[in-house]
């Protein structure tokens, strides 16, 4: 029943690793999104992808990218992993390419914590 | 420079009525959300404004004045479970969201 879910939860990892968050979204919806939520509970956009392409790429460091091998699945990899990569990262999915008139359901998060 | 402004904190008592205010500088205007966030969960939609004037939906009622750059979030009958982060975010010309870092609501017995 779970409509937009990410794994892991939570990933304790050490600074220069390589690691991937994964997203599902099971609602049918054309476009997904990822987010990065730091301490100060800012949301910033990082991805938008709309039927695999990607549609919004705010300024993020290219140690993150993200893959879509499908329009369920938006997955965020980080290599070389820094400690201010520490956040909670949500991923995010709306039926359609305008964030003003759809509703985002949003994943529970991922917590990421880099040693 | 794009610029949304919530208090960082507030306090009211169960079964009050509190207003969180949202105030807004952005390059265009798209309309204007408001979530809702418990600690340690993702936001949860609440309301979309992108006329003037109030949108009410049970407790909750959101208001908006594009003139003013302003918005606030009415929640009427507060309960214990409101207590929870409320996020108001702006969707530009562009029609990316620019998201308040949010107002912790506190309610006490």
């Known amino acids: 029943d779970t409509a937009v879910s990410q794994t892991p939860k939570y990933l304790v990892t050490q600074m220069g690793n390589d690691k991937s968050i994964k997203c599902e979204q099971n609602?049918?919806?054309?476009?997904m999104y990822w987010y990065k939520q730091d301490s100060k509970k800012f949301l910033k956009i990082m991805f938008s992808?709309?039927?695999?392409?990607?549609?919004i790429n705010e300024t993020v460091p290219n140690r993150f990218s993200p893959k879509s091998p499908d329009k369920a699945h938006l997955n965020l990899h980080i290599n070389s992993l820094e400690l201010g990569d520490s956040a909670v990262y949500f991923c995010?999915?709306?039926?359609?390419?305008?964030?003003?008139?759809?509703?985002?359901?949003f994943g529970p998060g991922t917590r990421l914590t880099v040693l | 420079g794009q610029n949304i402004d919530q208090p960082t904190e507030m306090t009211a008592t169960e079964g009050a009525i509190v207003q969180i205010n949202c105030t807004y500088q952005?390059?265009?205007?798209?309309?204007l959300f408001w979530y809702q966030q418990h600690a340690g969960e993702a936001p949860t939609f609440l309301s979309y404004?992108?006329l003037d004037g109030l949108e009410e939906k049970g407790r909750f009622s959101s208001f908006l004045s594009r003139s003013k750059g302003y918005s606030y979030l009415l929640l009427k009958e507060l309960q214990m479970k409101d207590s929870a982060s409320y996020l108001c975010?702006?969707?530009?010309?562009?029609?990316?969201?620019?998201w308040g870092a949010g107002t912790k609501l506190i309610i006490k017995p």
């Open positions: 995010a999915s709306s039926p359609e390419t305008d964030p003003s008139t759809d509703t985002q359901y």
């Open positions: 609602l049918g919806h054309d476009t």
């Open positions: 992808y709309n039927n695999k392409e990607l549609i």
């Open positions: 952005t390059s265009g205007f798209n309309g």
């Open positions: 404004n992108v």
């Open positions: 975010a702006v969707a530009d010309s562009n029609y990316q969201l620019i």
